[in-house]
């Protein structure tokens, strides 16, 4: 599969550049182009959700900053497809930061509701993982589909709200990198 996509920060963390195919990933999953535009020159951290995500965003850019190259896996998933991925990040001159994606694999899933943008939330939370997408349940993380049965989410409606952190197994993982 091993597509790419790249996009990159300048010295202030905003957005500086995206490539075709970061465009293509936003019709993808239904961002029309003209908002994909407006990303240039915004903070790359209004992009992340949650604190802890924000925060280890910003450990990350520094050891770049610091001379160096960093890879490592995460997923960004849809509510009826699973994707993994690899990121690097890389030094970009001037203090910049370059982003390059690899889509590893792609695998298709029954729908989550609770991954839809478009269903009704009440003001209850789970946590989800920025990185792996497994959602905290009896303080420890499953995956989402047990997890929306285990929290006995299929007949949940208004879903939760998903608020977003690291679990540990991430978090060594990526501070590692």
Known sequence: MNELIHYSVDADDRINFFDQPFREFGAENTVPDEEVASYMGKPISAFFAG??????????????RSGRKLAFPFRCDAPSLRRFLVMTMEPSGAGGVAFITRLLRVEDRQPVALLAANVLRNDEMVRMCSWC????????????????????????????RITHGICDTCYRHVTAA
């Open 51 to 64: 604190s802890e995500t924000r925060q280890i965003y910003k450990l990350l850019l520094a050891k770049v």
């Open 133 to 160: 997408k497994r959602i905290v349940v009896d303080d420890a993380y499953a995956e989402v589909e047990d997890a929306v049965i285990r929290l006995k989410l299929f007949s949940a409606m208004p879903m939760p």
